[in-house]
């Protein structure tokens, strides 16, 4: 299934991209970021562009922050 297949690689894609940041966990915060991107998704549709999706980046910014001190 070509939905399945493609949050598949996404996954892989941002935990790989955690790793290659150091992060300490790349798992973990790759499978956040994906949360967040999902949740961003869903909460869009639902609130529209003043919802919490507005502050995805925000979110996404202060999960690779903690994830990457020392």
Same mark, same amino acid.
């Given at each position: 299934?070509?939905?399945?297949?493609?949050?598949?690689?996404?996954?892989?894609?941002?935990?790989?991209?955690?790793?290659?940041?150091?992060?300490?966990?790349?798992?973990?915060?790759?499978?956040?970021?994906?949360? =967040?991107?999902?949740?961003?998704?869903?909460?869009?549709?639902?609130?529209?562009?003043?919802?919490?999706?507005?502050?995805?980046?925000?979110?996404?910014?202060?999960?690779?922050?903690?994830? =990457?001190?020392?």
């Amino acid at each position: 299934v070509v939905s399945e297949n493609n949050k598949i690689e996404l996954r892989r894609r941002l935990r790989a991209m955690a790793a290659a940041m150091g992060a300490a966990d790349s798992d973990t915060l790759g499978d956040g970021l994906l949360l =967040l991107i999902e949740g961003a998704y869903i909460s869009g549709q639902l609130f529209g562009l003043g919802g919490p999706a507005a502050a995805v980046a925000r979110n996404a910014d202060l999960l690779i922050e903690a994830s =990457l001190k020392k």
